[in-house]
């Protein structure tokens, strides 16, 4: 499960406060990133697992959006709210 935690920030427009992705991959190993700007969204897993699956940072002029969730084995970018992030984050990044 999803968890819209700045459910303010342009990337999080029209996205719930909790939503699912019926099946996502985890990744496994270190995850070293600067703190980030705005965390947007955490997600959980049933067996406990949790990651910061969307960051956010401004770095000089520019912008940058991380987005957790897996591509290779499911269809996450057909389903909606994760198309809306992706779209919302364009925009974001590039208005």
């Not at 968890?3 to 496994?28: C, M, N, R, V, W």
Request: a negative charge; one cysteine or more.
């Amino acid at each position: 499960m999803f968890t819209t935690l700045l459910p303010k920030h342009p990337i999080a427009k029209g996205i719930p406060a909790t939503f699912d992705i019926p099946q996502t991959e985890i990744y496994s190993g270190a995850f070293s990133v600067p703190k980030p700007d705005a965390l947007i969204f955490e997600e959980h897993w049933d067996d406990g697992h949790s990651f910061t699956s969307g960051c956010a940072w401004r770095v000089e002029k520019g912008k940058v959006f991380y987005f957790r969730p897996g591509h290779e084995i499911y269809p996450i970018y057909t389903q909606e709210y994760p198309l809306k992030i992706v779209e919302n984050a364009v925009r974001w990044v590039r208005p």
